[in-house]
């Protein structure tokens, strides 16, 4: 953890508070302002490795938790975690069972980066159509996501994607984000289904 960004300040608390990773106080600054997770909601985490925001999400309800990735992701006490492709649609079944109910998805993902800007903006862009995708297919009407993006030239493009289905929408950016990083969060409330400009809410 942490070792491609050298071991500073935030890596050394998370480290000394035994978290995964730094990321894990991204979700705690968005859950502080937005208040998305409730004491019993079921979450489901997409691109969870190594799991912080799972261990953040464990503090936060009592409800079931799941986190899905292509890597495994070490054991934690009262979470289920799966290896596995996002863009296998059986995956989504396997997680309704799982969870019942889904309240909140929450994607901390990203594409590993090649290092050239608009190749990995595409990729970073692609990922989060992935995950809207897929938090649409099990999220309950009401529910709730966060998802992780990168500005650029194609994120408005994803952010009105995210518009036609979320009754609430709006961007945010992290203080325990890296200096300098593009890294911007997607938070969407009331999940509603697909919707047009002119039609509304459903």
Known sequence: MGSQWGRDRTYLRAVREGYRSRAAYKLQEIQDRYHLIRDHDNVLDLGAAPGSWLQVARGLTD????GIDLSPIAPLEG????VA???????REKVRSLLGTVNVVISDAAPKLSGHR?????????????????ACDVLKPGGNLILKSFQGEDF???LEEVRQYFFSVKTFKCQASRKGSSEIYIIARNFVGYRSETEGPL
């Open 79 to 82: 979470v289920t975690t799966l």
């Open 85 to 91: 492709d996002l863009t296998d649609h059986d995956l």
């Open 63 to 66: 409800g079931r938790l799941a």
């Open 118 to 134: 608009s190749y990995d903006q595409a990729r970073a862009i692609g990922l989060g159509e992935e995950v809207l995708a897929f």
């Open 156 to 158: 408005s493009t994803l």
